[in-house]
């Protein structure tokens, strides 16, 4: 019985400890298949680099809003496991004489006015407050609070890049939007209520609520009533409000037929109900001055990055960053806004960010953007031109050329509202000109007297010439200096 009951333990002993090496096998299989898995994945992205897909230029958008009057286009954002923060970058073009139709969103929106006019309208401390923004400004727009955009330029396009702040958003890495105004398309929020709690809420019939809320059909970006014709509504706006009323509802009866009086009466009531309260909403302070016109909540100025002091200037080129020192909205905000200028054929001077990953739009010409990974290989090396978005990872060093046929100017956001401080690798100010010393020979192998004449010959800081762009060599005084 002993015997047995001996054989028995010795079993059960061989048996866990062989599904012990099998558990164990099994993990270490995971593992290794892991690994593999992760192998392949970098062995994609280099054969994706070999066939010229390139990581950090961001070709793939998508129509998020788009009308005859406008359209609102989102650039995809990387899939890289470099990629860091929640923004989005956004471009909106608007027709002359449109609007963006009141709304608010769960992200920070920040816009920078590439080209036209826009009236931008939020609500700011429970009031309405309104600003004219023109090229190169700049402003911020916190998420839930209630915006619309007009385009008041004459005769213009308006072009708005922008970034989203996705950070607080519903959806992971995506903003979404609740139109205020609208109808059928696109649906106002009020529509999900009940209709007679809104008719309470309101104090209007049922017929006067499905009449606003039914009729807007054209999107969420729309032409403003007879702005097809400039200078009828400039006409328009000169009236005074009795006459406003009074010339739309003769527009309404102009569009209804003849042989339909009864239900003409029935729609003139509804049509000057409802836009007695469109009338009532948008012109009825129109004549007041700038006071009211920037509105009693007295929201914060723009900034225009144009007019502007430059953060940074010499003969080849200019630059200017916004942060939450420069520009106080930001402070409330995940991103930052730069502007940089390089003429032609001159640089950004090798550098990294550590404080935030960088995304990039350019505005004109041509040049080259060169990235490198952290093992000291390139990442990118391609050239860009007018249209093109990139982004930089935090910590990779990178650095932007212009061509030599003209200057190029990029405009971007990064994604961190705190000051950068850029960490420049070569030139004037860089840091290995602050860190010379033995340890930094000995790190190269060389001498501190070589490692000296290397960091030092580049006069120039942070915008660096080019050959193309270096002034030329006075050989009287070259040679005069031979001489002595």
Known sequence: MGRFRLTLLVLMLVLSYGALGILGYDEDEDRSRERERKSEEEREEEREDERGELPFILKDSKHVMKTDAGELRVVRSSVSRFAEG?????????????????????????????????????????????????????????????????????????HIICSFDTSESLRFEAFQSFFLGGGTNPTSVLSGFDSDILENAFNVTHAELKEILSSQQEGPIVYIPDSRSPRTWAKFLQLKQDDKLQHLKKIVEFHQGEDEEEEDQEKKQKTTWSWRKLLDSVFANRDKKTKDYKGRGKSPDSYNLYDGKKGFKNNYGWSIALDETSYSPLRKSGCGVYLVNLTAGSMMAPHLNPKATEYGIVLRGTGMIQVVYPNGTSAMNTEVKEGDVFWIPRYFPFCQ????????????????????????????????????????????????????????????????????????????????????
């Open 86 to 158: 929640p923004l989005r970058i956004g471009f909106i073009s608007m027709e002359p004489k449109t609007l963006f139709l009141p709304q608010y969103l769960d992200s920070d929106l920040t816009i920078f006015i590439r080209r036209g006019e826009v009236k931008l309208g939020f609500i700011y401390k429970d009031e309405l407050a309104e600003r004219k923004l023109k090229t190169g400004d700049v402003y911020r727009i916190s998420s839930g609070s209630a915006f619309y955009l007009v385009n008041t330029g004459e005769g213009q396009r308006l």
């Open 401 to 484: 050329i212009a061509s030599r046929a003209g200057p190029m100017e990029f405009f971007g956001f990064t994604t961190s509202a705190r000051k950068n401080r850029p960490q420049f690798l070569v030139g004037a100010s860089s840091i290995l000109r602050a860190m010379r010393g033995p340890e930094l020979a000995a790190a190269f192998g060389t001498t501190e007297e070589r490692l000296r004449n290397l960091t030092e010959i580049q006069r120039e800081s942070v915008i660096l010439p080019t050959s193309a762009a270096s002034p030329p060599v006075k050989l009287p005084k070259l040679a005069k200096s031979f001489g002595e």
